[in-house]
């Protein structure tokens, strides 16, 4: 056997394989942990891992690793999961919204997030929000508009694939265009975040009076009275003209915003490519105006994996896009738990905590790691224990030395089957 193909089975197969036993030599697993796991652990087939009362045989069948847990899963781990599909709809003419928040999943405490469609015409009204919001555009097209900090105007037309930016209390808008408007993924840096929670134009000016309102714009009290008494949060409008125009008339004396709210991903090139898949990284270091969050966009090929690893500075927060994915999440004491993904469900990692996502469907697999932070980081276990002193690593692990030195000496991101 090669020393390449070597080194793609043990990084693919063997930590992942090892007994508890031999996870407790290795001072990974607590004792009485791994005692615990080393009993007989009951098949699929095994009458004690049955379960003949009322059940839900779809949710089971997307949810294997919940169902009947590997052996290798231990004690009690929060759940890490929260299908955007199971989100209460928030439906208006125009579009609809649903978010998963620290409401729906409980551990995701740092980020918060938005599933949002606009028809054509459709608008998200002018509105700002006391937390950070980045955006991805998952289908079709959309014009998005803001001020700056000097009051400068910024209009630009997004498409799938393109992300954006707005800072806490930057005020801002987003409309559908044709030919059928657009469906947008949002991530707020504040796990408590709503967007029944954000200030809106509507909303504000129908809590304030009519004569404030006369005095503040120098106009007749009279022409504040076609004004909404309610938010009108998503409506129908019709769709706006040529994208010159609106920058046109927005610029006005001040001129148009130096500062880009957008970002192109399409001319950014892949940070990182394997044979098992690449990663895109997009941080403050390119995406500027993005200071308080950092995202990595993650394919894995059939039979790949997101190899085993940790994130040092933040929490983790997941959207997965397509593909079918398992993903097993190494918490202190010895405890460990493997849930299964699909397109649309938000995961979840807590700082520092290991983990890996593997793909298991014959489709490429492509999600979203999400980080509150202007930085992207994560360290390898293959990085690691390649840069440690040989001898100290074998001591903990058992393994001899050809198999240590078959490991990836750098970090990989993604491995091939």
Sequence with gaps: MSEGVKREKYSRRGFLGMSSAAL????????????????????????SASAPGPGNPAVDAQNPDSFLPPPTDAGGVQTFKYPFGLSHKRMQEGGWSREVTIRELPVSKSIAGVDMRLTAGGVRELHWHTAGEWALMLYGNARITAIDLDGKS????VTEGD???????IPHSIQGLKPDGAE?????????????ETVLLTDWMAHTPHDVLSANFGVGEQAMEKMPRREKFIFQSAVPGPLVEDQKAAAGSLGASSQDFAFRLAQQPISKRSKGGEVRIIDSSKFKVSTTIAAAIVTVH??????LHWHPNADEWQYFMSGTARMTVFATGGRARTMDFQAGDVGYVQKTLPHYVQNTGD?????????????????????WLTHTPPQLVIAHLGIDKATLDALPREEIVVMPE
């Excluded at 407790?24 to 009993?39: I, N, R, W």
């Excluded at 992300?163 to 209390?169: A, E, I, Q, R, S």
């Design 302 to 307: 059939p039979g790949g994996i997101r190899e």
């Design 154 to 157: 910024f209009v630009a037309d």
């Design 24 to 47: 407790a030599a290795a001072g990974m697993l607590p004792a009485a942990a791994a005692e615990q796991e080393q009993k007989p652990y009951p098949s699929k087939d095994d009458r």
């Design 363 to 383: 489709t490429d697999l492509k999600f979203l790691e999400m980080f509150k932070s202007n930085v992207y980081q994560d360290l390898a276990l293959s990085e």
């Design 184 to 196: 947008f993924l949002l991530v707020f840096d504040d796990g408590n975040f709503s967007e029944y």
């Design 163 to 169: 992300l954006w930016y707005f800072p806490t209390g």
